[in-house]
Each structure stands twice: as structure tokens, then as C-alpha cells.
């Protein structure tokens, strides 16, 4: 499965983005998706993750509340709806694919876009 993460941009405080992931044909429907972030300095950390149906969903306490993932399998697309943005979601964003609904067991990888919060 290839990843292409992409929604990234600046953004003020308070502000909203709307990041995607479209996957290649194939088989996305039966993978996990999950999203991830890393700021500069610090760990990549979890941030959402969505069962192969939507079903369930799970998010880091740090964007509980503020941060909605979901997905459309007929497209092959993950989406993270990020509201209330604050200066410390500042990161590279990241999307994931793996056969488990886990928060860190993901085979595959996209390359990552860019969240910037302006205070």
C-alpha cells in the first residue's frame, strides 16, 4: 500500500485543517489507518487511529475532543479534521496502514505533511 498524506499548511491558533491520505488501489478497505505526528525535537507520537470499517475510533488524550478522524473506502481515503488547532499540534503529520486496529503496530507509511499553528 502506497500513502499520500497531504492538507497541510499554516494555520492560526483556533484555526482548522482538514488533512488527507489517499491510498493506492488495492486493498485499503481491510487495513487500520492511523495518523501520527512528530515535532521537531521530540518522538513521533499517535494521534488517531480508525478500524478497517469506521467502526471504532481512538484518539490521543492531547487532541480528544478537537481532532476527528475518519475514512471513505469507495475512494481509498483517511482524513484527520483537525479543529481548535493549538501551537503545540505544530508537527509533520503522518498516515499509517496496518492489518491490526492498533496504536503502534503499522506496516505502512506516508511520507508526512506539514502542520504549522501560528500563535
Known amino acids: 500500500v502506497q500513502l499520500q498524506a497531504s492538507g497541510g499548511g499554516l494555520v492560526q491558533a483556533g484555526g482548522s485543517l482538514r488533512l488527507s491520505c489517499a491510498a493506492s488501489?488495492?486493498?485499503?478497505?481491510?487495513?487500520?489507518m492511523g495518523w501520527f505526528r512528530q515535532a521537531p525535537g521530540k518522538e513521533r507520537e499517535f494521534v488517531a487511529r480508525?478500524?478497517?470499517?469506521?467502526?471504532?475510533?481512538d484518539y490521543a488524550d492531547s487532541v480528544k475532543g478537537r481532532f476527528t478522524i475518519s475514512r471513505n473506502n469507495a475512494e481509498n481515503t483517511v482524513f484527520l479534521q483537525m479543529n481548535s488547532l493549538k501551537t503545540e499540534d505544530t508537527a509533520i503529520y503522518y498516515c499509517?496502514?496496518?492489518?491490526?486496529?492498533?496504536?503502534?503496530?503499522?506496516?505502512?507509511w506516508g511520507q508526512g505533511t506539514q502542520v504549522t499553528v501560528s500563535s
Open positions: 488501489k488495492g486493498t485499503f478497505s481491510t487495513y487500520s
Open positions: 480508525i478500524s478497517w470499517g469506521g467502526a471504532l475510533t
Open positions: 499509517a496502514a496496518g492489518v491490526d486496529y492498533s496504536r503502534d503496530a503499522y506496516t505502512y
